[in-house]
């Protein structure tokens, strides 16, 4: 999928660009680039990624070159870069995580919804991602689902159940 078209074609929104400037007032004045991640959340949330455009629009907005806004971008595992599943599953793959069978969990993970790592499956449920650390290394291996559940110690059948779960809960939903 081009990242350049979709959600954020259009420009930004006068709603969206009075929510940059109430994050860039907290900071004193020329700091606004301090306000970065906050600009960046503030896209994804409104469009469910962040593409190169937007990187660029934001870049401009808070004054800074675009390879910096890029940078921030791609070093957190919060922003996407192109759409993704309803359910984001990050799997630590830091060295803790992959000495406690991490890389079993993965494997486990990418054959149960017939993905590999950063693919998303056909129904758009679920995008399989890597994390590099989650800072959870007593509870690993470790996962995080959509940035906000942690999920530790993951056995076969703890991802069957979080899987199958996730998936009856929009199941669930849609009747």
Do not use: W
């Not at 629009?57 to 996407?80: C, D, K, R, S």
């Not at 054959?111 to 890597?130: N, R, V, Y």
């Amino acid at each position: 999928m081009n990242t350049e078209q979709g959600p954020g074609s259009a420009p930004l929104s006068a709603a969206t660009l009075e929510r940059f400037a109430r994050e860039v007032a907290k900071y004193p004045a020329g700091q606004q680039q301090s306000a970065v991640m906050a600009c960046l959340a503030i896209v994804q949330h409104e469009e469910g990624f962040v593409s190169v455009k937007r990187e660029r629009e934001v870049a401009e907005y808070l004054g800074m070159a675009p390879i910096a806004v890029h940078e921030v971008t791609t070093f957190y595992n919060m922003y996407n870069q192109r759409p993704v599943g309803r359910f984001k599953l990050n799997v630590c793959t830091n060295l803790p995580c992959q000495l406690r069978d991490g890389q079993h969990a993965l494997h486990h993970l990418e054959k149960k919804l017939g993905i590999q790592m950063g693919e998303t499956t056909a129904d758009g449920l679920f995008t399989l991602q890597q994390s590099e650390c989650l800072g959870a290394c007593a509870d690993s291996p470790v996962m995080l689902v959509n940035d906000r559940t942690m999920c530790s110690f993951m056995s076969d059948d703890k991802l069957d159940q979080l899987v199958d779960g996730l998936r009856a809960s929009v199941e669930g939903s849609a009747s």
